[in-house]
């Protein structure tokens, strides 16, 4: 079965700074999908990034880049330059089945609280 | 982009009471719709999935009968929560899949307070 972990239920970053935020996850499927949303205090989830298991490459959007382990199963978002509206839940999810065309469920992380200081 | 409207935004209802919320997708074919539920600073919990046309596929401890999910078209899907109770009160958020993009697309979300 698939899982996903973010052991860090808060986290603090100072503006203008780097923070990383963590994820393992465990799956059998050789292919899947690792997402990062953000969900600030209004409740939407804002897609940030995504990362197929055969890509190559590390994902990046702008301020946000996926460090993608695949060995250690860990794909940890980093935000750079963190400005005081990065201040949110950032949960971290999973897609098994990524070619089988089916309708796989995504299935997320218990999150982490980000919290930008001025 | 892909748009999901969800509505209502919030709703407050009477214990006993059955509520419907509806997720469109607006400029695409929703092959699969999922229904989450997020309990305060808790994470998105997958309650049920459903494909177009076919009966919804709920997970592990989902009770059918109080959450019935429709996914009539390819545009619309709907969660009713029937006779609703105190413990029901929530967060309920949907999200649709289009059959070949690998993203997913998340309604704003429904606050449900059942009084």
């Given at each position: 079965a698939q899982k996903i972990t973010q052991t860090q239920p808060g986290m603090f970053v100072q503006e203008k700074e780097?923070?990383?935020?963590?994820?393992?996850?465990?799956?059998?499927?050789?292919?899947?999908?690792?997402?990062?949303?953000?969900?600030p205090s209004s409740g939407e989830m804002?897609?940030?990034?995504?990362?197929?298991?055969?890509?190559q490459q590390n994902a990046t959007e702008g301020r946000y880049s996926l460090n993608f382990q695949k060995a250690r199963k860990s794909a940890n978002l980093v935000i750079s330059a963190s400005q005081l509206g990065d201040s949110a839940m950032y949960f971290c999810a999973m897609r098994e089945g990524l070619f089988s065309g089916g309708y796989n469920k995504l299935i997320f992380g218990a999150g982490t609280r980000l919290a930008v200081h001025p | 982009?892909?748009?999901?409207?969800?509505?209502?935004?919030?709703?407050?209802?009477?214990?006993?009471?059955?509520?419907?919320?509806?997720?469109?997708?607006?400029?695409?074919?929703?092959?699969?719709?999922?229904?989450?539920?997020?309990?305060?600073?808790k994470s998105l919990m997958l309650m049920a999935t459903s494909n177009e046309g076919s009966k919804a596929t709920y997970e592990q401890g989902v009770e059918k009968d109080k959450f019935l999910i429709n996914h009539a078209s390819l545009t619309l899907s709907t969660l009713t929560v029937t006779s609703a109770h105190p413990e029901d009160s929530s967060f309920y958020i949907c999200s649709a899949r289009e059959r070949i993009f690998y993203g997913y697309t998340f309604g704003s979300g429904t606050r449900l307070t059942v009084v």
């Open positions: 780097a923070v990383t935020l963590d994820c393992t996850y465990d799956t059998s499927d050789p292919s899947y999908g690792l997402f990062w949303y953000k969900q804002i897609f940030l990034i995504y990362q197929g298991s055969y890509d | 982009g892909a748009v999901v409207s969800q509505h209502p935004s919030r709703v407050i209802c009477k214990s006993g009471t059955s509520v419907k919320i509806e997720c469109r997708s607006l400029d695409f074919q929703a092959t699969t719709m999922f229904w989450y539920r997020q309990f305060p600073k």
